[in-house]
């Protein structure tokens, strides 16, 4: 992942406000974040909510998957605003990988039907 981050261009603000970078950088992450929570709707025989709602939850992190795409936008020359906002979305997401885990075993570590899921 490091050496992907070095790969990627230096982050270009083009005129925009820290505090409007910010503002869409946020609803750019959850939006992002709240198309991984599909698998919640999915699975009803198979897993509990919780369940479903951890798996989707685990899949917020994927830095790898977002900076291939990204990769793969700058060769085919975008360097828009998009890409920057995209860039700094995909860094939250890796900053918060340690919020996602613990909400991860928050949700697992219940007990459902009887039994223990997760010992701590």
């Known amino acids: 992942m490091f050496l ?6 230096k982050i270009n603000m083009e005129g925009i406000s820290i505090g ?3 503002w869409r950088v946020i609803i750019l992450t959850v939006l992002a974040n709240l198309g991984k929570c599909f698998p919640a709707l999915c699975y009803r025989n198979e897993a509990s909510l919780k369940q479903r709602l951890a798996l989707s ?3 917020f ?3 790898e998957v ?3 795409v990204l990769l793969v936008a700058l060769n085919y020359g975008f360097t828009e ?3 920057t906002l995209s860039i700094m979305s995909l ?3 890796l900053l918060l990988t340690g919020v996602f885990i613990s909400a ?3 949700l697992i570590s219940h007990k459902a039907n009887g039994e223990v899921l997760m010992s701590s």
């Open 66 to 68: 977002g900076a291939g």
């Open 104 to 106: 991860v075993i928050q």
């Open 57 to 59: 939850i685990a899949m």
């Open 20 to 22: 409007m970078t910010v």
């Open 4 to 9: 992907v981050g070095c790969s990627l261009p």
């Open 61 to 63: 992190p994927r830095g």
């Open 81 to 83: 605003t998009a890409t």
């Open 91 to 93: 860094a939250l997401n």
